[in-house]
């Protein structure tokens, strides 16, 4: 199994909702990784977690919350979210952690729209 | 310093021609160097890699070049096929850095 999971594949929230993206690979990889794309962009890095403990966090603001609940899952948790938060959230994971130790696996992305 | 510099924009080629995307860096820590492709409404998937004790590697129809003075390394795509339409990253990171720093991004249309 060389996926990674994502649901849901779309979601529409108001700026007073809260939901949760969810993620989920089995292939026993210890780093795995939020990312937000926009349109015609390329990923930028959110969140990394390394063996389950969040490890980095590039500035982002606190209505996006990360959760790391075992090696194979990964959440994020939305809550009053801004129409410019509007992107596909990409999830990823790595055999181990470090961005040079080789092939990020992506998941297909979680589309979200704030209303 | 941490920016790699990813051109052209957008390219257009015929079915059988070769495709040919560049990328430049200045941090002269990176030391690896992954191409990734991504289709529309899919997540970006890694294509090839290189790291700079070569300076060419191949897969099928898709080679690296990395040119370590000059700070430069591009993808040619051979025989290029309507299927190799989407966007082409490329990236490149440090042992000491800590994420993947992706290209703007070329957006490759092959044409039959």
């Known amino acids: 199994d060389t996926e990674v999971t994502q649901t849901p594949k779309h979601l529409v929230m108001g700026m007073t909702n809260k939901k949760s993206l969810k993620c989920e690979q089995h292939m026993g990889h210890r780093a795995m990784y939020w990312y937000k794309q926009k349109a015609k962009k390329p990923p930028e890095l959110m969140f990394v977690y390394s063996y389950e403990k969040l490890s980095i966090n590039e500035s982002v603001p606190s209505r996006f919350s990360p959760e790391c609940p075992n090696s194979s899952l990964l959440n994020l948790h939305l809550h009053a979210l801004q129409p410019e938060d509007s992107a596909l959230y990409l999830c990823?994971?790595?055999?181990?952690?470090?961005?040079?130790?080789?092939?990020?696996?992506f998941g297909e992305g979680s589309r979200l729209t704030v209303l | 310093q941490q920016q790699v510099k990813q051109s052209p924009q957008s390219l257009i080629v015929q079915k059988g021609g070769i495709s040919i995307i560049n990328c430049a860096y200045e941090?002269?820590?990176?030391?690896?160097f992954p191409w990734y492709q991504q289709f529309p409404g899919k997540g970006p998937a890694l294509l090839i890699a290189i790291r700079p004790d070569v300076s060419e590697k191949k897969e099928g129809r898709f080679t690296i070049s990395f040119n370590k003075s000059a700070k430069q390394f591009s993808l040619h795509i051979m025989d290029s096929q309507p299927g190799d339409s989407a966007t082409y990253f490329c990236a490149a990171s440090s042992q000491a850095g800590t994420a993947l720093i992706f290209g703007k991004g070329t957006t490759l249309s092959v044409s039959s």
């Open positions: 941090n002269t820590a990176f030391d690896y």
């Open positions: 990823a994971s790595s055999l181990q952690p470090g961005p040079n130790t080789g092939e990020l696996f």
